[in-house]
């Protein structure tokens, strides 16, 4: 149930980052949907039922299913349809990087500290740096004549 929940809410997650990307600068949506992942981990430390579980797994799904639209949507806004497609493939081999090391440093915190709650912090922390410093990123200067310009 909570993996078709997860699948169900990343694509309504989805939607909603492709309606907001459109009207609004996508970072803005970025950072928001960055936050409600950060937030989902921070229900998942507290979580003493399925009800909040459910919680957990509902806002993780929207959340980074909403963060991967933006993200393209932010690359695309920034930098265009030329340099799209390489701009984008020499990030993904970091995030793929990320992704898979995740899982093993949350386990070894939990080897180590014999918790999750010390490495959850620490995600729902750096998911608020991460929404910081994409309000704080301002696209680039277009001085060499292309006609894109990013959304206001």
């Given at each position: ?102 899982p093993f440093l949350v386990g070894l915190a939990y080897d180590v ?23 704080a990123a301002v696209p680039p200067n277009r001085n060499n004549g ?7």
């Amino acid at each position: 149930m909570a993996y078709r929940l997860f699948a169900m809410s990343s694509i309504f997650g989805k939607l909603i980052a492709g309606f907001l990307c459109d009207r609004i600068d996508p970072r803005y949506a970025w950072s928001l949907f960055i936050l409600m992942m950060g937030t989902a981990v921070l229900v998942a430390t507290r979580a003493n039922s399925v009800a909040s579980m459910y919680l957990f797994t509902g806002l993780l799904g929207c959340g980074s299913g909403a963060a991967l639209t933006c993200w393209h949507a932010t690359v695309a806004n920034y930098f265009g349809p030329n340099g799209f497609a390489s701009i984008l493939g020499a990030q993904m081999p970091f995030s793929n990087a990320m992704a898979a090391a995740a899982p093993f440093l949350v386990g070894l915190a939990y080897d180590v500290q014999g918790s999750y709650s010390i490495a959850f912090y620490l995600v729902a922390t750096l998911s608020l740096v991460t929404a910081d410093l994409l309000l704080a990123a301002v696209p680039p200067n277009r001085n060499n004549g292309d006609q894109h310009q990013p959304l206001p």
